[in-house]
């Protein structure tokens, strides 16, 4: 077989086509090169399994009630009846079934035998719930309330009044002087999964991206596609494939973790988780992109991959402080916080979510993360560009920013 | 035609290429040859603009060199690489589009050139499957892909068996002969000597001789080589030449004074007969260590 070659044309003035789109055909193969990854999709479904499990878990675990079975003779059957009539009302997921028997020795039988899972008897004073060989915690917690009622209701009776007399003027109920419980405990949930999630993209999409320009600069191809397309296109592709995968595997997970959420007792909060996940993908889009320069640059300073967590270790932290900064900081320092980069990528939605932030805040933190990110994008390609082509080791950041091009 | 003038590259006080200056023309392979650390990769990497350059200019057609006119240029990197774990048709495919191809002109080139180096079946293998040699036969289809206007290949031949140098060779002339200039280095003197029209050679960083081949060999000193029928040890007697080897009835004698090669013929007819009277042009390799030496 032979290649017919015809002559070639004159070298065209302008830019070869893929010149100025060559960003799109970077991303794209950083995205179908990653989803064709074993490791990746594998990951990616465990993941995903976990999450169903733990949301499937939890819906189970509300509808399953346990049934006991007390026995009791004949003088405590009463006590015994009782039991089982309230226990259901004070603990949904217990039931309890009576089984009589006829003597103290029969009733400690049938527990030892295991057909009961306690007997209910008075002794001296009071009562006594004896099981086999371990406590039942429920239904002690159970007995021990329904004993305590009618043991009160007797006493009250006995005295001529009544157990609502007695406990008249005694109640304590928390009061919130802003928001409310429920939402305030949503939103501290809401705004941990979040940085959770933001901790966990941002590290194992940034160590992809690093990895992936270490690679490209090892196995020298870098070179090939240096004389290809223009450096920055190059860059801004990778940051781009990687953006799009790490908000699009974040979407998946929030998606079934709502999904999920919506099957559990706690499906009346859905509606209201559902809004600020809006201003906390907006700040993860913004803050991830400053963050993706900052790891394809720890990928070039390295010439081998085993650099590139020697190079990444400011980064790690930084990613880390994020993380620990959106549980641990309060008062003011949160407030000053939710406005700078890269902090403020979890805390400014936290504050908008806890409702201590309004929107035109949102809109400063956002405008200014956005700035970092593009001033970061500047400094990132310089430094990426000088990298890229020095093989001889590890680079410093200061080594690459005054490298020669 | 490529026009390399002055070309000079340092790192920190070292003169990697230093003011290197040569064409590459049109239609033509030119040889780029020396030792390791003579700076011919230092020089392909500045004619490819992916390393700066301390002083001197590329030409391209007569006018300084542009990114866009590199991009059109084919490319081989002196250290062999592409994505070990993608698919050879896909990577061939996605950098022929970094080049500005339409994917389905980038597959239908490929899949030409994978035909032509006996790969079409391995198409769809990981490059890490391959073996060295195939590896190196992808990434030559990786530089010749979009109809390179001109080839700098940082020796394509090493790591190839008999048969792919051949089949590589054969390629890179077809490639030239549609009016391509093309430059590759090598280390491997013989092929060369084989392939190339023209030569430039590099000693520490500069050039010590370049030109056409025949004229380079014809530079080197003058040689006869004579065999007679009995022994030759009376050359070193001889006035005006250099005896550089005897054994036996043969003599490898140089030339000093024009002239002198007359007069062994004459006294090797009257001493006997003379089986052997030929000049002997030095091979290439003996052109090289006399300049780089």
Do not use: K, Q, Y
């Given at each position: 077989m032979t290649t017919t070659l015809t002559p070639t044309q004159p070298a065209a003035a302008d830019e070869p086509r893929a010149g100025r789109s060559a960003w799109t055909l970077v991303a794209r193969r950083e995205i179908v090169v990653k989803l064709t990854d074993r490791a990746f999709v594998i990951g990616t479904l465990v993941t995903l399994l976990i999450i169903a499990g733990v949301m499937g878990w939890q819906a189970w675990s509300a509808q399953r009630t346990t049934t006991y079975t007390v026995a009791a003779t004949a003088t405590d059957r009463a006590m015994a009846d009782r039991l089982a009539s309230d226990a259901h009302g004070i603990d949904e997921g217990l039931e309890v079934r009576v089984d009589g028997a006829a003597d103290a020795a029969a009733a400690r039988a049938l527990v030892t035998s295991g057909d009961a899972d306690a007997w209910l008897h008075r002794s001296g004073d009071g009562w006594v719930l004896t099981t086999d060989s371990e406590e039942k915690d429920a239904l002690t917690r159970v007995t021990q309330q329904v004993v305590r009622q009618a043991t009160l209701a007797q006493q009250a009776d006995a005295l001529g009044t009544s157990v609502a007399q007695l406990e008249a003027g005694s109640t304590v109920t928390p009061q919130l002087l802003s928001g409310d419980a429920e939402k305030a405990g949503l939103a501290q949930g809401v705004a941990f999964a979040f940085a959770f999630l933001f901790y966990i993209a941002t590290l194992t999409f940034g160590i992809t991206l690093a990895n992936s320009v270490v690679e490209e600069k090892q196995s020298r191809i870098v070179e090939i596609i240096a004389t290809s397309i223009p450096v920055r296109q190059l860059l801004v592709g990778k940051i781009v494939g990687n953006s799009v995968l790490a908000i699009a595997q974040m979407l998946l997970y929030a998606g079934v973790g709502l999904v999920g959420l919506s099957l559990t007792p706690y499906a009346s909060l859905v509606p209201s988780v559902s809004g600020p996940v809006v201003w906390f993908l907006v700040f993860f889009v913004a803050g991830f992109a400053a963050l993706a320069a900052l790891w394809a640059v720890a990928g070039a300073l390295a010439s081998r991959v085993e650099e590139v967590q020697s190079t990444a270790t400011p980064l790690t932290m930084l990613v880390l402080g994020v993380f620990f900064g959106s549980l641990f900081l309060d008062g003011t320092a949160k407030v000053v916080a939710s406005y700078v980069p890269p902090f403020s990528a979890v805390l400014m939605p936290t504050r908008v979510l806890e409702g201590t932030a309004s929107w035109w805040e949102a809109v400063l933190a956002l405008v200014l993360l956005l700035a970092a990110a593009a001033f970061v994008m500047r400094v990132a390609e310089r430094l990426y560009r000088r990298a890229l082509l020095q093989t001889s080791g590890k680079l410093s950041m200061k080594q690459a920013w005054h490298a020669p091009e | 035609m490529l026009e390399i003038t002055g070309l000079t590259r340092r790192f920190g006080d070292v003169t990697a290429v230093d003011d290197v200056s040569f064409d590459v023309r049109d239609g033509i392979m030119t040889g780029f040859v020396g030792g390791n650390g003579a700076g011919k990769t230092t020089t392909m990497r500045m004619v490819m603009g992916v390393l700066g350059i301390d002083a001197g200019e590329v030409r391209w057609r007569g006018r300084p060199v542009t990114a866009a006119d590199q991009r059109r240029f084919g490319y081989m990197p002196e250290e062999r690489g592409l994505y070990p774990k993608q698919r050879i048709l896909d990577q061939l495919v996605y950098l022929g589009q970094l080049k500005g191809m339409e994917a389905a002109v980038a597959r239908r080139a490929a899949e030409e050139h994978l035909e032509r180096f006996g790969l079409a079946e391995r198409s769809g293998d990981r490059l890490q499957e391959l073996s060295l040699g195939n590896q190196q036969r992808v990434q030559v289809v990786a530089a010749l892909l979009h109809r390179p206007t001109a080839l700098v290949l940082d020796?394509?031949?090493?790591?190839?068996d008999p048969m792919a140098v051949d089949s590589m060779a054969d390629l890179l002339r077809e490639h030239a002969s549609t009016g391509v200039p093309v430059l590759f280095s090598s280390h491997q003197l013989d092929l060369v000597e084989k392939l190339c029209d023209r030569l430039v050679i590099l000693s520490r960083g500069r050039v010590v001789a370049a030109g056409d081949a025949e004229d380079l060999r014809s530079r080197g000193p003058l040689r006869y080589r004579l065999t007679l029928d009995r022994d030759a040890g009376w050359v070193r007697e001889v006035r005006g030449i250099h005896v550089v080897d005897v054994d036996g009835r043969t003599a490898l004698v140089e030339v000093?004074?024009?002239?002198?090669e007359q007069v062994v013929l004459r006294e090797a007819t009257a001493r006997g007969g003379v089986r052997e009277f030929a000049p002997v042009r030095p091979a290439l390799a003996d052109i090289y260590r006399e300049v780089a030496a």
């Open positions: - | 020796e394509p031949f090493s790591g190839l000093v004074d024009e002239g002198a």
